[in-house]
């Protein structure tokens, strides 16, 4: 009984508590991809658990600002399901880049295609055997934690506005050098675009253009699939060594791929710039719960 009156009551909080209310739903969210990977594991169904745990980890992070509650050990068992399905996410997005630079280059990778399919049928079996070792009620150990924090709607959007601020100014910092911090710096704007995903549509506007930054995260996550398809390529050469037609074709792809990957990373580096000029555009414009832009 003492559950359902938990449960009750955290369900008669929700249309007050904009963070517990999405909690609730990336809950509800990962427990139906959860269901469909122990079923089988697909590109869609792995993808979607995927983002889920992002979208709670992120959460998460920004309830601790909020409240200072730790979480990170609690969360170790979702982390390495995360994980699991990471590796099989990975050769997946791998075969799908493989098959798409093919057709534009008009090159055939055989060989490597079947060492990917080799390995993502293996990490898939293990994933699924992941997830069923998994308990699904593990996400429920954080929902009372979202009550913590006992400030109005209107608080809890300002403070997001106010805490998304710092990290923009974090990222004004790293993108001195966007290269080297690409995947801080798209992890930081997740963050962002996440918690202002929150906040009612026209704040979170006021505060940043949201579809500059969706453009920006894109990119980001097309240069990150291209990070890992190189690597791919440099474990298949050092597992597989030799002097094969293929292997010298794919060294040769792999400084195809490397400028291809920096085209991708100007454009989210552009992007970030037009980001910031639309930005001091509208400072001298924003209200007071919109939080000045960090200098």
């Not at 993808?47 to 969360?75: I, Q």
């Not at 906040?199 to 979170?204: E, R």
């Not at 010298?248 to 920096?262: D, I, N, P, T, Y």
Request: charged share 35%; glycine share 2%.
């Amino acid at each position: 009984m003492k559950i359902g009156r938990n449960l009750y009551s955290l369900i008669s909080m929700e249309g007050s508590n904009r963070i517990l209310k999405n909690w609730l739903q990336q809950g509800k969210i990962f427990k139906e991809n959860l269901i469909l990977c122990r079923k089988r594991p697909t590109k869609i169904s792995v993808h979607d658990l995927r983002v889920t745990v992002k979208k709670m980890r992120s959460y998460l992070r920004l309830n601790e600002e909020l409240t200072g509650n730790k979480w990170k050990e609690s969360f170790s068992k979702i982390s390495i399901l995360f994980k699991s399905f990471g590796r099989l996410r990975d050769h997946d997005m791998s075969l799908a880049l493989i098959r798409k630079l093919e057709r534009k280059e008009f090159l055939s990778f055989i060989f490597f295609k079947e060492y990917l399919s080799v390995n993502r049928s293996l990490t898939r079996k293990w994933a699924k055997q992941d997830s069923f070792k998994f308990n699904e009620q593990e996400p429920a150990v954080f929902n009372q934690q979202f009550n913590l924090f006992s400030g109005t709607d209107t608080e809890v959007c300002e403070k997001i506005i106010q805490l998304s601020a710092k990290k923009i100014k974090k990222v004004k910092t790293l993108a001195k050098h966007f290269q080297k911090n690409a995947h801080e710096i798209r992890k930081q704007l997740k963050d962002v675009y996440y918690w202002l995903k929150i906040c009612p549509k026209d704040l979170a506007e006021n505060f940043i253009n949201m579809k500059i930054l969706d453009r920006i995260l894109n990119y980001l996550g097309s240069w990150q699939d291209h990070v890992i398809l190189k690597k791919k390529i440099k474990h298949y050469i050092k597992d597989l060594p030799g002097k094969s037609e293929e292997n010298e074709k794919l060294k040769s792809f792999e400084k195809k791929l490397a400028v291809a990957q920096q085209e991708i990373l100007d454009k989210a580096k552009k992007k970030w710039e037009e980001l910031e000029n639309k930005k001091r555009r509208l400072k001298s414009a924003a209200t007071p719960v919109s939080a000045p832009y960090p200098d």
